[in-house]
């Protein structure tokens, strides 16, 4: 009688187990795609990630860069005063958009120019977002718009 009882607990545990490791698995499956890493345009032009990864750039839009082309298509440079990177999107920009301007964008590098998705810019004259700060800090060109 003892002998099922612990056959039987060990059983048990071994498929908790066994199902615990495939919920872990499967959720690290299904949130690959979730996880977007930043770079700032010196990280992608030292290391290009691959053209199927998604990631968000972000730096301040180029002097001189912004083109828009046909229908919704503009193409700009991004640079965070060490490196400048082409950026094309097609979509609607943000209000405050503009050259001279922080931006965020999400995509993926193709052929060495960044193929954005969506393109986020500050949400008012003094915003700035940490990640494109803590770059243009990291390249010394960071102005504090306050003082």
């Known amino acids: 009688m ?4 612990k056959k039987r607990r060990i059983q048990v545990i ?9 919920g872990v698995g499967a959720m690290i499956y299904a949130s690959q795609d979730a996880f977007q890493f930043f770079r700032s345009p010196s990280e992608v032009a030292e290391a290009p990630p691959p053209p ?5 750039i972000g730096g301040l839009v180029e002097d001189g860069t912004l083109v828009r082309g046909q229908g919704e298509t503009i193409s700009f440079s991004v640079t965070d ?3 400048s990177v082409p950026v ?3 979509g609607i920009l943000p209000d405050l958009f503009g050259e001279g ?3 965020v964008g999400t995509g993926r590098l193709v052929n060495g120019v960044f193929e ?3 393109i986020l810019a500050r949400h008012d004259e003094t915003y700035m977002p940490a990640e494109v700060i803590d770059a243009l800090k990291e390249q010394g060109v960071y102005q504090d718009p306050n003082g």
């Open 2 to 5: 003892r002998s099922l009882k």
């Open 52 to 56: 199927n990864e998604v990631f968000r």
């Open 88 to 90: 094309r999107y097609t």
């Open 81 to 83: 005063g060490g490196a």
């Open 116 to 118: 954005a998705d969506e």
């Open 101 to 103: 301007e922080g931006m």
């Open 14 to 22: 071994a498929i908790a187990v066994l199902a615990l490791a495939a």
